[in-house]
Nanobody
Framework: QVQLVESGGGLVQAGGSLRLSCTVSGRTFSRYVMGWFRQAPGKEREFVSAISWSAGTTYYADSVKGRFTFSRDNAKSTVSLQMNSLEPEDTAVYYC????????????????????WGQGTQVTVSS
């Protein structure tokens, strides 16, 4: 059984920064594409970012491009999302997720390939 545990959420003022982390246990971490999604109240869960198993390729939603950076450490089975220049619109519960490799890049922008999910961590950005 694969388990994902997020940490690092909190309350921050607009323009500030937060760093989310996700630790994976239970399977060979390096075999997974890892993703971050977020869900604001009353809205659908949306894609934020994804990273290939080798960390050679990262993908970002247009809304966070240039502000967020996704990284992974396969030796520690951990991924991190550095979030800078935060805006009130970034307020949401952020979820870490793991997907099998082998799909086309655009597929990882959807929820469908992600088999395992964390419990979520709240990020609140005040104006």
């Amino acid at each position: 059984q694969v388990q994902l545990v997020e940490s690092g959420g909190g309350l921050v003022q607009a323009g500030g920064s937060l760093r989310l982390s996700c630790t994976v246990s239970g399977r060979t971490f390096s075999r997974y594409v890892m993703g971050w999604f977020r869900q604001a109240p009353g809205k659908e869960r949306e894609f934020v970012s994804a990273i290939s198993w080798s960390a050679g390729t990262t993908y970002y939603a247009d809304s966070v491009k240039g502000r967020f950076t996704f990284s992974r450490d396969n030796a520690k089975s951990t991924v991190s999302l550095q979030m800078n220049s935060l805006e009130p619109e970034d307020t949401a519960v952020y979820y870490c997720a793991a997907a099998e490799t082998g799909y086309g890049a655009t597929y990882y922008y959807t929820r469908r390939p992600y088999k395992y999910w964390g419990q979520g961590t709240q990020v609140t950005v005040s104006s």
